[in-house]
């Protein structure tokens, strides 16, 4: 039997840092192969900003060829510039990857806290200690700005999600959790 292999971007859409994650996933098993950050804090212009985002989402779309966009869904807040900067960020990334006609999956905060710790009100530094320890990823690997380990968590949860039927996909409780997903948690 042949193993499919799938390649899945995960951003953490942002204004002045933007995560993004690449996940490559044959049969059960996923590897992180990229993680990283787009430094946008250089651009004063607001839409210069966008035009550099689109340029580089394209270019790792090209460079990876994902099968799939995990993408956080921004929260609501209570500035509503703030907000708006963010909704055009996470627009650009989407309009990006759909010129190249990749699939596009969003995800709540909540969730992808959810799916990676078990509990949705996670700190990021939970959720990247849970990525470092599934993904067995390096030190080097980690030492990255959060927002690229939100992205390729993003990309985790899209992973998880395409493995479990609709049914399976809600937890009840963390003891839920862990019973669900025993086979997929190792102590080391």
Same mark, same amino acid.
């Given at each position: 039997? $042949?193993?499919?292999? &799938?390649?899945?971007? %995960?951003?953490?859409?942002? !204004?002045?840092?933007? %995560? ?8 059960? !098993? ?17 839409? /210069?900003?966008?035009? +550099? ?21 921004? @929260? @609501? =807040? &209570?500035?509503?510039?703030?907000? /708006?900067?963010? =909704?055009?960020?996470? %627009? ?5 990857? $759909? *010129? ?9 905060? $909540?969730?992808?806290?959810?799916? /990676? !710790? ?7 530094? #939970? ?13 080097? #690997? ?6 690229? !380990? ?7 949860? +899209?992973? /998880? *999600? ?9 937890? +009840? ?16």
């Amino acid at each position: 039997m $042949m193993q499919t292999e &799938k390649v899945i971007l %995960g951003i953490d859409p942002g !204004t002045n840092l933007m %995560g993004y994650g690449v996940l490559r996933v044959t049969g059960n !098993t996923a590897e992180a192969i990229a993680l990283g950050v787009i430094d946008l804090r250089k651009y004063a212009d607001g839409y /210069l900003k966008l035009g +550099h985002i689109f340029e580089r989402i394209t270019g790792i779309i090209e460079s990876y060829l994902p099968d799939e966009l995990a993408i956080e869904a921004p @929260f @609501f =807040g &209570k500035n509503v510039q703030s907000m /708006l900067k963010l =909704g055009r960020a996470q %627009g650009v990334a989407i309009a990006a990857a $759909m *010129q190249r006609d990749v699939p596009i999956t969003e995800y709540a905060p $909540m969730k992808i806290k959810m799916a /990676l !710790t078990g509990i949705g009100t996670a700190s990021k530094e #939970q959720v990247a200690g849970m990525l470092q320890r599934i993904l067995k990823l390096s030190p080097e #690997q980690m030492n990255t700005a959060m927002d690229a !380990t939100d992205a390729l968590a993003a990309a985790y949860c +899209h992973y /998880l *999600q395409m493995k479990m039927p609709a049914s399976e996909g809600r937890y +009840h409780s963390w003891k839920d959790f862990a019973r669900k997903n025993a086979n997929k948690i190792r102590k080391e």
